[in-house]
């Protein structure tokens, strides 16, 4: 081709949001004769697997997420955008971005690729967000992480208070809440002893509230059973069957499922892993969403009437051979690929496929030494399964440096017990000192 | 002694902020027969020489940070407690703490300690503080972190205004403007290389406004000369005898003091290293305080008048053999040690010693193998100076996991030119993705 030839006129393809669903799109249309526009809210890939370990004060935020743009830095099809998409016209193929003088930027595409995820869901109850924060961004975890630390720390100050101060209530037994619930009663046991001097931290109660009937739902019985069992070894208050009624300042309402009475728990810390729904950019595409906000998508993961628009990570609603695909990482990095494969085949001129999700398995931590691990092939519980928990969280992590701080992260926290990223940081800037 | 013996009644020891000098006071304490508090706003003692090594992207918070009272955990006669000392009664021997309630705890003493170090100081111009935050906390460090990176994208998502967004000022040479001035160029010049699509971070422009003679004023003049050198090796424009005299949203006009003339600067992005006041605390004392609100102190480096109150660290204004004491850590280290050491002689009904501060020389970075390095015996400049700013500093952190993961996070970014924590987290939480 000689080199004053005019500029070939390539596909341009936009992906909304850079979590593992919409990293692997861009990253899998590396050779495609395409334009990529990555955008996100925020400027880094977060491996959310491990968001909880940030809010309990073992990872630093910089541990678990990496600059978009560096992900790209040698792909010279893709560009990173920081940008808040606030509208889509599905008919023109173009987004409106929004402006920090509150005015509207336009993004073209030829492909549009969704994935924006899903954020917490309080059930038709949002005026609980603010007393029981969820977990989904590094903001939402150091928020947590500010929360249980400044519980301990007030209680040291009016030990009159510790009671409900040391009443710690992660609602929601799925992993989010197993693992933050594990990790919450090490670090009363474990990490914080001795170092108080008014309160005893070891007399924290942890409860761990679900409204289904077992820890785990998505595992097998035997290792929601192992899991109960693992969570009760570390202190925690396994309840099952019992649904949180009400959320307030001073603790929770739970109604009992056997027994149909209501309990009132004091605490100035509840934590919810209860539940999600679709991210709003989901209503902005014009289909009727399902009953938690998300998105259905034909087999080939676009979006019913509009070949030319996908819809994948958590945010999509895909059925699979077993019932839906859950929203895991390992199913958005699928998916992710599998858009990357289709809009490649279609520029060769080649026909479409159907989304196969391949389930490896999954597996979960409870605590240090304490994790379920179900490979289909096998299933198995306790060390070997922290063991596998760990090398398979670190090999998926993107970055080199990123892998090698974690792992000296956890090995010096499994050495000492303790927490290296104990920091209460206040969310507004204030003068250092009184 | 037996053990149903009544509990001795051992004098008690508030110790306000736990900086290098609060720190110092507390730990030199550990064997007198006192009952010590010590107090801060923050649940983390700072070390605060490589704070800009947060604010620019190289560290993590938690890696510069160490919980105060994982600092204490084995001090039996120490305990710690999170709190906002606002008031206090120097007759009676008490503080007034801030309750979350908006109520009132208080703490009774026989001694106290105030050691709340300085603040930011726009001489006169508050205003300015909103448009050019200052370094003193963990916060101002990721405010600024914010800005920076901010800056880059918002650059990439609008080329048009690069010019502004891509413009850097830092106000005031000392040895923070010095670094941050240099890291800036480093992160413009090398960090970013390649990164971005639709701007040249090589472009950037970074400029030191010094309103004095020399960057680095506290230095010998050849140092100093040298410093300016090393930073315009960067790529550093610095500005001397230029007076700062508006700062706004857009920029900062300049009054070049050699011409006479007024310059306005366009810039996104000014940060402040100019100048210091005393934090507010000093206002409770009662006592007259320099120009630059920090208190006098006597030779013993107790209050005039007020022999069991001692004032430390940046706060206090002491007179030293070749003038005032600067307000370094080392000068902070020693004043607590000192402090701690008198409080127990007196205990032992031996005569209080005057303070003397020994200057064992400074060392200021500018970038990778670049620094200026005064030992008083000796003095060099460069790679040599780099390797002995490191290694102090190194030395001087609180607590092995932070020695270690410092050391790792500066080899990292050696070898890689890459910065380990280029996150920007936003101060409020918020969802997720659009």
């Not at 990555?38 to 370990?53: G, T």
């Not at 027994?259 to 595409?285: H, N, Y």
């Not at 599998?338 to 279609?346: D, K, N, P, V």
């Not at 017990?417 to 009184?434: M, Q």
């Amino acid at each position: 081709m000689s080199s004053d030839a005019p500029a070939e006129v390539r596909p341009r393809v936009a992906v909304v949001g850079a979590g593992f669903a919409g990293l692997h799109v861009a990253r899998g249309l590396a050779k495609a004769p395409v334009e990529v526009t990555i955008l996100d809210r925020a400027n880094h890939h977060l491996f959310q697997p491990l968001l909880y370990q940030v809010a309990t004060a073992t990872l630093s935020p910089d541990q678990i997420a990496h600059p978009i743009r560096a992900v790209f830095r040698k792909q010279e099809n893709a560009r990173t955008l920081l940008a808040d998409a606030q509208a889509v016209d599905l008919e023109q193929g173009r987004l409106s971005l929004a402006r920090e003088d509150g005015g509207v930027d336009h993004l073209d595409f030829d492909y549009l690729v969704v994935a924006t995820g899903v954020t917490h869901s309080y059930f038709g109850h949002d005026e609980w967000a603010e007393h029981a924060p969820g977990l989904k961004s590094l903001e939402d975890a150091l928020e947590i992480r500010r929360r249980v630390l400044r519980a301990f720390e007030l209680a040291e100050r009016n030990p009159a208070d510790a009671d409900s101060l040391l009443t710690f209530v992660v609602v929601g037994a799925g992993p989010t809440g197993v693992e933050l619930a594990g990790a919450l009663a090490e670090i009363a046991r474990k990490s914080l002893r001795r170092e108080f001097r008014s309160i005893d931290p070891t007399s924290a109660r942890i409860l761990l509230v679900e409204g289904g009937g077992r820890v785990l739902p998505a595992y097998v019985e035997r290792l929601s059973e192992s899991a109960k069992q693992q969570l009760e070894s570390l202190g925690v208050e396994v309840h099952i069957g019992a649904q949180v009624t009400q959320v307030d300042a001073e603790g929770v309402v739970v109604r009992m499922g056997d027994l149909d009475t209501k309990e009132r728990i004091e605490s100035q810390t509840v934590l919810w892993a209860a539940g999600v729904r679709g991210s709003s950019f989901a209503d902005k595409l014009g289909v009727e969403l399902d009953r938690s906000g998300r998105v259905p998508v034909t087999a080939d993961l676009s979006l019913e009437g509009h070949p030319g628009v996908f819809v994948a990570g958590d945010l999509a609603v895909i059925d699979g051979e077993s019932g839906q695909v859950p929203g895991v990482a390992p199913a958005a990095i699928q998916a992710g690929k599998h858009i990357a494969r289709q809009i490649g085949r279609e520029l060769e001129g080649r026909s479409r496929e159907p989304f196969r999700y391949r389930d490896r398995g999954s597996l979960a931590t409870i605590g240090w030494a304490r994790a379920v691990a179900d490979l289909r092939i096998v299933r198995f519980t306790g060390v070997t399964a922290w063991f596998a928990w760990m090398a398979i969280h670190v090999a998926f992590l993107v970055g080199f440096r990123n892998r090698l701080f974690v792992l000296l992260g956890w090995a010096w926290s499994y050495v000492t017990f303790r927490r290296g990223a104990r920091l209460i940081t206040k969310p507004e800037a204030d003068e250092p000192l009184s």
